[in-house]
């Protein structure tokens, strides 16, 4: 088991540290793999030689231009080879939540990329090394409880079908968006709030496996796996691309406040450095990427999309995690005091499993 941490690493900001100061501050989470929306050169450039993996972004804009081959050879030559091998560059993912736009000229757009972009990696000599995929939101789910339940959306299974073959022809690991706050601020009176904040609770029982869960994120996760083996994509590797709690939000955004956020964050790295993976896959690597390392002040939507941030724009906390460094994921040494074990939770009664408040609500993520 090797729970790897990464964060989200968003620049809709002005006011932003250069890449360089933001080294350290990576390294302070225990961070191993950042996320990128783009290929900035600058930050590619700063994280040389620090062994931080990364996953680069191809935006929605360039779906359509890189269904020519070689315009996507030039871009993976100039944003992926040039920083190889001194910026460990391991994945490329090609458009954001493309599948929930409902956008045909997007979605028609999507695997011709992702085909193009692999070629270049093959012609390159890169794809050994570097994969390539896309990001989806959890709303590409029509079911989502009990976990065991977990289905696609019926109009999109003929266009996933199609990715997830690529995928499990290309070794590529399928990325999902996850948000438990949504399901919160969707129905807070229905939603209990130590359920989505990994904090001790009596938690579920699915009725089907008859497995216990104590989070929301977990659950959602496993969904997620059983709607890919009901397609017959049981072994395809699910990373969390996204996953998150904002600081502060607007009044009607239940549950946006620095103590909430500290609780979802700092549980789940702790949770994390556990080693274990979800009740379903309790033998599988969790590789979640927490959103996101600043508040980004230009992020257009409500107050919460711009406190998403582990970090305010001057290197300082947003708030304060809870975890040491040296407990975190990705460090070196054991976690030492057993302090770690406050997001363990002892099962208990099971509630009704007939409670529907997994259902998840569309994340406008990144």
Request: hydrophobic fraction near 35%; charge should be negative; proline fraction near 7%.
């Amino acid at each position: 088991m090797v729970n790897s941490l990464g964060i989200n690493y968003g620049q809709i900001a002005n006011n932003l540290p250069s890449p360089e100061d933001v080294v350290p501050l990576v390294k302070s989470l225990g961070a191993t793999k950042v996320k990128l929306y783009d290929a900035d050169p600058r930050v590619l450039t700063a994280f040389a030689n620090t062994g931080v993996e990364f996953i680069v972004g191809l935006g929605n804009e360039y779906l359509d231009k890189m269904r020519d081959p070689a315009k996507a050879q030039a871009w993976v030559k100039q944003n992926v080879q040039a920083h190889l091998p001194a910026t460990k560059i391991t994945c490329i993912f090609v458009g954001n939540e493309i599948l929930t736009f409902n956008d045909t000229s997007l979605s028609d757009n999507l695997l011709p990329a992702m085909q193009s972009v692999h070629t270049a990696l093959v012609n390159l000599g890169l794809d050994k090394q570097v994969t390539v995929t896309t990001a989806h939101s959890l709303s590409i789910l029509q079911t989502s409880y009990p976990p065991s339940a977990g289905a696609f959306r019926e109009d999109l299974i003929d266009c996933l079908s199609q990715t997830l073959s690529f995928h499990q022809k290309t070794g590529s690991p399928f990325l999902i968006n996850a948000y438990p706050y949504f399901a919160y601020k969707g129905n807070p009176k229905q939603v209990p709030l130590d359920f989505v904040l990994f904090q001790p609770n009596q938690g579920v029982i699915d009725p089907v496996t008859n497995l216990h869960y104590d989070n929301m994120l977990y659950a959602q996760i496993d969904a997620v796996y059983s709607a890919l083996a009901a397609l017959g994509y049981k072994k395809l590797p699910v990373h969390i691309s996204e996953t998150g709690w904002p600081s502060k939000g607007d009044e009607d955004e239940a549950g946006a406040t620095p103590d909430n956020a500290k609780k979802y964050n700092g549980n789940l790295i702790k949770l994390m450095s556990k080693k274990t993976g979800t009740p379903m896959r309790p033998n599988s690597d969790l590789n979640i990427y927490v959103f996101a390392l600043f508040n980004e002040n230009m992020k257009p939507g409500p107050t919460s999309e711009r406190n998403y941030g582990l970090f305010k724009p001057d290197g300082t906390p947003a708030y304060q995690l809870g975890i040491s460094t040296n407990n975190a994921v990705g460090s070196n040494t054991s976690p030492g005091d057993g302090s770690i074990g406050s997001a363990v939770t002892t099962p208990s009664t099971p509630t009704s499993s007939s409670t529907g408040y997994l259902s998840i609500s569309a994340a406008t993520g990144g």
